[in-house]
């Protein structure tokens, strides 16, 4: 059985949506009608309703409403459905919150391999505090260890408090809701233009002696994970410094501390 033209409805909305001044009444009257055109919609592209034909008049209506809810809702910025940009996630090295703002996944500790290992795991990991525990094994292959700080002497980075000597590591995985990608830059302290800094520090990894490990931009004002002082020597941490020679000095300096800085866009 045919549905009842529309043609009235489509005179009166392409007449409106020409003035401009108008497109608010527009929209009020055609959110009036969304749930009656929404039924029709069902009911029409049911493959099982077959007893339903429309006209050219009430498709030519269906194709403007259409439309106009895939135009003026977007302008509008209700959401239709589609996937938006969810964030991005990210490691706050050597603190246990994140920047203001940003809302943080969980806080934990420092983790990787022990210092010595010639193989196995090489990147340091943001730990959980809460853990999950797998079972107990007696094979040995050990390769999780917590990380400390090995900042004394001249391993400090300048500016970094260098009464964190041998003390674990904290971390924290931040997500930020108005960013959809970030990026760790090394040898800045500033972002370029167009990102935005979440938080700055200096480029650390473990001793160029010991087994191959990530370089990590830790925080400028990085703190320990409690007050515990061990010596345990497992998964460490020190400042580095640049070597002039194939990196290039200028604009290079011989022998002085790597920043780093955290952007977000």
Known sequence: ????????????????????????????????????????????????????????????????FKH???????????????PVASGVTYVRWGKKGCPKGVDMVYTGQVGGNNHGSKA????????????ENGESQKDDNAQLFGSEYEIGSSYTP?????????????????????????????????????????????????????????????????EPLDNKTSNENEALLYGIRTKCGSLRCPPYKDATDVRCVVCTK
């Open 68 to 82: 106009y809810l895939r135009t003026t809702r977007k302008e509008e910025g209700i959401s239709t459905g589609k």
């Open 158 to 222: 300048s500016g970094m408090k260098a009464d964190m000597q041998q003390k674990e590591v904290p971390c924290a995985v931040c997500f930020q809701r108005r960013r959809s990608v970030h990026l760790m830059i090394p040898g800045r302290k500033t972002c370029y233009k167009g990102w935005t800094s979440e938080y700055s520090g200096f480029l650390m990894t473990d001793h160029k002696n010991h087994s191959s490990k990530d370089y990590l931009c830790v925080d400028k004002d990085a």
């Open 1 to 64: 059985m045919p549905i009842s033209s529309t043609t009235p409805y489509t005179y009166f909305i392409v007449t409106f949506c020409c003035d401009s001044k108008r497109k608010n009444a527009v929209s009020m009257f055609l959110s009036a009608l969304v749930v009656v055109v929404t039924t029709s919609l069902v009911l029409v592209q049911c493959h099982d309703c077959k007893d339903y034909d429309l006209s050219a008049s009430d498709q030519s209506f269906l194709m403007n």
């Open 120 to 131: 196995g795991g090489v990147n340091y990991l943001c730990l959980p505090n809460d853990p």
